[in-house]
Structures are given as C-alpha cells and as structure tokens.
C-alpha cells in the first residue's frame, strides 16, 4: 500500500508545483484571473492530501502491545454517536442489534471505531438515493465475534477491487478510496478479516469478524 499511497501524494504535489509556477507567471503578466483558477485547481489538490492524510492518520500502527479487552458493543455505541452529526442530517433509519452481555474482545478500541465508523459512513454514502434509507447493524457472539453492517443501497458494484487502496466510485472530494482499504488492514491486525458481499434483496452486507476473547481471560482483568 505504501507505494501506491506515495504515488498519490507526489503525483499532486508535482502538479501543485506546477501550477503555482504558472500562477506566478500569470500574474507577472497582469492576469490575476487565470491565476486565480490556478489558485482553485491548487486548492483542490491540497483537498485531496488532507483526505488521504486524514484516512492514514487512523492507521498509525500502535502494535499489538497496546491491546486490551474491549467490550464491541461499546465499540458500536461510541461509532454511532460518533456519527450522529452526519446521521441526523439525513432521514435514514438505524437499527442496532446487540446483545445484553458484553461481546469481549481483544484490540484496539479506537482503531476498531474507525472501521465502524469507515462502514457507516460507507452506507451512509450508500443509500442517498434510497426510498426508505436504512442501515442495520447487527453484533453477533459465538466463536467468532461478528459486526455486520447491512444497508439497502444500490449494492456493491466491483466486489474484486473493493479493499484496494484508491479504487473509488465516488466524486472527488467526496472519497478517496482508502477507507476499505485501510479498515480491512485493521482488521488483519487485530487477527479478523473483513469480508463484503451483496445482500440478495439488494443492498451491501460489510462484515468485521474477530476471535472471541475468552471469558476468563476477561474476568481476570
Ligand atoms: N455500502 C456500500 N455499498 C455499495 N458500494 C460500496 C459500499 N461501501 C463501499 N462501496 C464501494 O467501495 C468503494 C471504496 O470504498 P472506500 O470506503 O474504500 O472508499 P471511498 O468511500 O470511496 O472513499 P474514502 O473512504 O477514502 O472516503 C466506494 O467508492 C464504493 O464504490
Ligand atoms: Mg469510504
């Protein structure tokens, strides 16, 4: 990942540098309206490095030493009140299923928010044009714990390319292509995996899946 991520930001800065060189002349020359759109196309791009500085900026490896016992439930809560201010913005319906006992664990709470959050924000993108807009998120315990993220959008369109870093359908400024990628590598982390698939009454299904922490292990914290 880290190759193509360099790629994406010189690729912008040798651009920006150009730009700004033409501005320079631009204005020598007495056309400070053409420099101004090279001012807007400089702006733009500085945009787009602050997005993908933004998405790594949740991936700085903290190592499993920093792990410890996170109830996800309490991982769900804190990325849907997290949120709240996209979500009340549009009449989308939520619905949470978690259960009543704590479904341990064991990780990196924050890192674990921001692939919740990364998911939301995904099917909150998802279902702008839906009639009905509706998310469902649902925590299941067993052997593995399992965090699914369900919405009645239109579906994933390339199920190959998903995870790959930069593969976006969305506008620019509107996404850059990282949040998947950088999710599922979290997850690795943590020793789940993170799998996608379309629903067959429509929408997309994400779903985080990570080992049970033991109850006794927990108990003894
Ligand atoms: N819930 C979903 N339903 C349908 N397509 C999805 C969904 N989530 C992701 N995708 C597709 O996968 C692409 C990649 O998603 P990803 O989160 O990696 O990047 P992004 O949302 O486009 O940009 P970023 O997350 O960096 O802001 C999206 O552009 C979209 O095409
Ligand atoms: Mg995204």
Redesign the pocket.
């Known amino acids: 990942m880290s190759a193509a991520v360099s790629h994406e930001l010189n690729q912008p800065l040798a651009a920006m540098k150009t730009y700004l060189a033409g501005a320079r002349l631009l204005l020598q020359r007495d056309r400070p309206e053409e420099a101004l759109s090279s001012f807007q196309r400089i702006d733009d791009l500085l945009e787009r490095m602050g ?1 993908i500085t933004r ?1 790594l900026k949740s991936y700085a490896r903290k190592g499993s030493e920093a792990f410890e016992p996170v109830d996800t439930r309490a991982a769900v809560s804190t990325a849907l009140a997290l949120m709240e201010p996209q979500l009340k913005t549009r009449a989308v319906n939520i619905i949470r299923t978690l259960p009543n006992e704590p479904v341990m664990i064991m990780g990196d709470r924050l890192r674990l928010e921001q692939v919740i959050i ?1 998911l939301l ?3 909150l ?2 279902t702008k044009m839906a009639a009905n807009p509706t998310i469902e998120i649902l925590l299941v315990a067993g052997d593995t714990v399992s965090i699914q993220i369900r ?1 009645n ?5 390339n199920l190959d390319e ?1 995870f790959e870093p930069f ?4 506008q620019p400024g509107d ?7 950088i999710s599922s590598g979290i997850v690795n982390d943590l020793g789940g995996r993170l799998t996608a698939r379309n629903a067959v009454d429509g929408g ?1 299904i ?1 779903e985080v899946q990570l080992p049970t922490l033991e109850q006794d292990v927990a108990a003894a914290e």
């Open positions: 997005a998405q990364n924000r995904n099917a993108d998802a919405d959008g239109d579906g994933i369109e998903l593969y976006t359908t969305k996404g850059v292509g990282l949040g998947l990628a997309a994400f």
